[in-house]
């Protein structure tokens, strides 16, 4: 949830806040938290004092709720600045290229779960970088995707963009450009030896059309996640389940 006023995001969940206070203490400026929650944050508090930064006991847990828009707190709200989505660079991509690191690029994923899932899958296998369009029907960070990716936003990158197939043209023969779709007839298992040394992006298509065409088309190749039961009626995974496997893929094989 978004304070626009003072420019803040409400950062909830234990997980959530406790990994915040680990990697980046010094973004959160104001913390409130349960009377149970108290003893496992006072450290962090003795921070907040030193800083005069405010901090809060609540008496009443619908307190958080209000502060965070959640029912999903788990007794803890930390309130940092908004979080801001910087543009992808040629800089950037040119690091990519130079050391052979991998990205994730998301196709209009309008879910904010399904990102903040995505994100805990990025960090959970070592991918550092995420990128999504400038597109109203793509999430951004928010409070639901900061608690659902379990502490992940604080080793992943966000990049934004304006155009996906511009990015991909200007990737042409630099890095491994990997569409995904259900009807691919090759399987994500084989994407380490694709990248003959290189990075990759994988385009991950939003929730009922996937990849767009135009996407599709700068590509260098199509993958599919192949079932376990030929004869399964469930055509496709969840884009964050999907995300998973082909962040295991890149990290087990070589392709980060």
């Not at 009922?208 to 996640?225: A, K, T």
Request: proline share 4%; aromatic share 4%.
């Amino acid at each position: 949830m978004r304070n626009t006023e003072r420019n803040e995001l409400a950062v909830c969940g234990f997980a959530a806040v406790k990994t915040l206070e680990k990697q980046n203490a010094h973004k959160i400026m104001r913390l409130y938290f349960s009377k149970d929650q108290a003893p496992k944050f006072g450290g962090l508090c003795k921070k907040m004092a030193a800083s005069k930064r405010p901090y809060n006991q609540v008496q009443d847990e619908k307190e958080l709720e209000k502060l965070c828009g959640s029912v999903h707190h788990q007794g803890v709200v930390a309130m940092i600045e908004t979080p801001e989505i910087l543009p992808l660079s040629r800089q950037i991509v040119g690091r990519w290229v130079q050391e052979k690191e991998s990205a994730l690029i998301l196709d209009r994923v309008g879910n904010a779960n399904n990102l903040g899932a995505i994100v805990r899958s990025a960090a959970f296998f070592g991918i550092h970088n995420i990128v999504i369009p400038l597109d109203e029907s793509q999430s951004s960070v928010t409070t639901s995707s900061y608690r659902v990716a379990e502490g992940g936003m604080e080793f992943v990158s966000i990049y934004s963009i304006k155009s996906i197939p511009s990015l991909l043209a200007d990737l042409d023969g630099k890095m491994l450009r990997a569409g995904t779709a259900p009807d691919a007839r090759k399987s994500i298992r084989g994407i380490s030896r694709m990248t003959r040394g290189q990075g990759a992006v994988v385009i991950l298509g939003n929730e009922e059309n996937g990849i767009s065409s135009e996407v599709r088309r700068n590509c260098d190749v199509l993958l599919s996640i192949p079932g376990g039961n030929k004869n399964s009626p469930i055509e496709s995974l969840n884009v964050a389940q999907a995300a998973s496997i082909i962040c295991y893929e890149l990290s087990a094989q070589g392709g980060i």
